[in-house]
């Protein structure tokens, strides 16, 4: 692909030598140990800037995360929501096991003051439909990103100026949309339009070009290795 910056120092993050190193499953049939911590968890600079912890990912996701920042911004991408104050920035990358854990108990304690009548099992059904249990989410494997230009994640954010954008060329820098609207049934998690998935640009255009989801094309790469 050609760019409007010049990412020259970013290619070899992009499209990485290694690359199978990025395609590791993590679902929730395929997990992580809670010990597991990434080994080269790396700055984000696009971090929003509102007070939040300044979010990493591991360093050639967060290399190739800032070189897809750069060219957003170089093809006027990064203008700020009237509505939010802000523009695309990053919301939540690396998450340890132990607060992807606060994370599901949380949601799940919701919803259950939302609705009294259910069970914990029933709230926990429900809260799997957006969230993964503890062990069971990309975020551990930092190499996931959520971003957005809202106050929170929301589907509206597909009618945002840059999703369309990043719909288009993510994986131009390695990411794919992890969680597409049509996917539902292979991911069973629901649609995401603000969460991407680094893979390496070899992998991101294929799966790109099939329109398919990392559940089905690891399946397809395994039946043909």
């Not at 897809?68 to 509505?83: I, K, R, Y």
């Not at 809260?127 to 503890?134: D, E, G």
């Not at 993510?170 to 995401?192: H, M, N």
């Amino acid at each position: 692909p050609t760019f409007t910056a010049d990412l020259s120092a970013y290619e070899m993050y992009m499209n990485p030598a290694d690359r199978d190193a990025y395609l590791t499953l993590v679902n929730a049939t395929h997990s992580l140990p809670a010990d597991y911590v990434p080994p080269t968890l790396t700055d984000l600079v696009n971090t929003r800037q509102d007070g939040r912890a300044t979010q990493k990912m591991e360093l050639y996701a967060a290399k190739a995360l800032e070189a897809l920042f750069l060219e957003a911004s170089a093809q006027g991408q990064l203008t700020v929501n009237p509505a939010s104050g802000y523009g695309l920035s990053v919301m939540s990358a690396y998450r340890s096991y132990a607060y992807q854990d606060t994370l599901f108990r949380r949601y799940t304690q919701q919803e259950m003051a939302k609705n009294p009548a259910l069970s914990q099992a029933q709230a926990e059904a429900i809260t799997l439909t957006y969230s993964n249990r503890p062990g069971t989410s990309e975020h551990q494997l930092g190499l996931c990103v959520d971003m957005h230009d809202l106050s929170g994640a929301d589907v509206s954010f597909q009618n945002s100026k840059s999703y369309p954008w990043l719909r288009e060329n993510a994986w131009k820098f390695g990411f794919i949309l992890r969680y597409p609207e049509d996917k539902v049934e292979q991911t069973s998690v629901s649609f995401e339009p603000w969460h991407y998935r680094y893979v390496g640009r070899y992998h991101a255009k294929r799966i790109f070009d099939a329109q398919l989801c990392l559940e089905e094309y690891i399946a397809s790469f395994s039946a043909n290795s």
